[in-house]
């Protein structure tokens, strides 16, 4: 069954074009035409891969799986962003024909990205993903929002001023920027130094440790389904997707060594550092931010393994990590919007008024923290088991130990906001919308699914590397 994967970046992009020309009186069409342009979207690509899920027969599979699979991630999470802000009430002066515009043309960014086949042109969508993603911050237009984008701007700066090198010592190099060529012409080393300037700036993209800086100011300073936006699947594509895609190349070379080193010690440092600092936050988004930190050292540990069963570690938690974070992060806008607050010192007792809020955050931090048998207790178990097989006993161990790190503030968390007597002054308020819900609870149910049915996805994750 071969798919036309192009069409998942034009058709958002031309829906994009359109909605500028709708008058802002009917901001219902805009929405409606955001929300048909990606439902349209994952239902096909759901369909391709639910197709080889149930039939486990992947003799007539074309498609890279690799990439189709980062097009359903990135049209499921685009799709739960803007019905969620189709019914989250925004300020009323937020230009409703930008804002969804923005969106789609990240999703189609994001689309061109994970199908490029070069690095100048992975390079070029990158940067439109960065300049819509700038934009996007400052939707709602207060002050808090503003800096958080200056900050986003000039902190990612340098990022783009490495890859732009690191290309261009490709290019001298290979004549091209093809990653077939790269992949099946010998290393040297000019190769090595133009790989690692590259994954140095895509690392800072990603707000890796020690580049974090910019990550929690930016999420919690978003207009809330922005901050799930980024942090779902944004930050992803535009710097750890780019990470693992460079690691499947090097893969082919039985590469490791220094820059393998390298990458281990950053996502060590990622994962501990996001976790003790997730620990002591006051606020709920910024404490998901300092999450969101952490579980990307994990993705970083797998694929600096360069082994097989790294890469498909790497390329599940990534996937994962979008399903729960943007669960978590949108759980937050709920709460934020019906106690005007995500200050966690200042809440409690949610869960008697907020039910479904508190459940689908259980199964989202419960995924997170790796418990079975939910989809997260799986990618990570790959995790450790990588780093074990390669001979990183340390990291595995550490990998585990952080595990509870993450349960722990987790706990506390959920304790803060949701366990305990309910404050009088919340007595009035209710559970979220039910149309605010339903993306939530979707999401929940994909992370119970690839959990549970973890012996029928695995196969899919495999021909990622075929």
Not at 16 to 41: C, Q, V, W, Y
Not at 402 to 417: E, P
Request: proline fraction near 3%; charged fraction near 10%.
């Amino acid at each position: 069954m071969a798919i036309d994967l192009i069409s998942y970046s034009l058709v958002p992009l031309f829906a994009a074009l359109i909605i500028p020309f709708i008058p802002r009186k009917h901001r219902r069409i805009t929405e409606i035409i955001a929300n048909i342009t990606l439902l349209s979207g994952i239902i096909n690509l759901g369909y391709v891969i639910i197709y080889y899920l149930v039939l486990n027969d992947y003799t007539s599979y074309t498609s890279d799986a690799f990439t189709t699979l980062m097009l359903f991630t990135i049209y499921l999470v685009g799709m739960a962003i803007t019905f969620f802000s189709t019914y989250y009430e925004v300020e009323k002066d937020t230009n409703f024909s930008s804002y969804y515009s923005l969106i789609l043309v990240s999703v189609s960014a994001m689309c061109s990205l994970v199908m490029s086949r070069d690095f100048f042109t992975l390079y070029i969508f990158m940067e439109a993903l960065s300049v819509c993603s700038f934009a996007l911050i400052t939707s709602d237009s207060k002050t808090f929002s503003i800096e958080a984008a200056i900050k986003y701007f000039f902190l990612t700066f340098p990022a783009s001023v490495l890859i732009i090198f690191g290309i261009s010592l490709l290019m001298i190099n290979y004549g091209t920027f093809d990653f077939d060529t790269i992949k099946f012409t010998s290393m040297n080393f000019l190769t090595f130094v133009s790989l690692s300037f590259i994954i140095l700036g895509f690392l800072i993209k990603a707000g890796i440790v020690p580049f974090h800086f910019w990550t929690p100011d930016v999420y919690e300073g978003s207009y809330s389904p922005v901050s799930a936006y980024m942090a779902g699947i944004v930050t992803k594509v535009g710097g750890i997707y780019a990470i693992i895609k460079i690691v499947m190349l090097l893969s082919s070379y039985g590469f490791g060594s220094n820059l393998s080193k390298l990458l281990l010690f950053t996502g060590f440092l990622s994962v501990f550092v996001g976790a003790i600092a997730a620990t002591v936050q006051k606020n709920m988004k910024r404490m998901l931010a300092y999450s969101s930190i952490s579980q990307m050292g994990y993705i970083i540990l797998a694929a600096a393994t360069f082994s097989p069963i790294g890469i498909i570690a790497a390329v599940f938690h990534l996937i994962n990590h979008a399903t729960f974070k943007t669960v978590l992060f949108l759980n937050s806008a709920c709460v934020e919007k019906s106690t005007g607050t995500t200050n966690m010192d200042e809440l409690k007792g949610l869960e008697h008024r907020m039910p479904w809020t508190s459940w689908t955050s259980i199964i989202a931090l419960f995924s997170t923290a790796g418990l079975p048998p939910l989809s997260g207790f799986w990618s990570k178990l790959l995790i450790i088991l990588a780093l074990w097989q390669s001979g990183h006993i340390f990291y595995a161990v550490a990998a585990l130990i952080a595990s509870v790190f993450t349960l722990a503030y987790f706990t506390i968390m959920q304790k803060k906001v949701f366990f305990g007597k309910l404050p009088e002054k919340f007595n009035d308020i209710k559970e979220a919308k039910y149309q605010l819900l339903i993306p939530v609870v979707v999401i929940s149910l994909i992370i119970i699914f690839t959990g549970v049915f973890f012996n029928r996805v695995f196969p899919y994750f495999e021909r990622i590397l075929s």
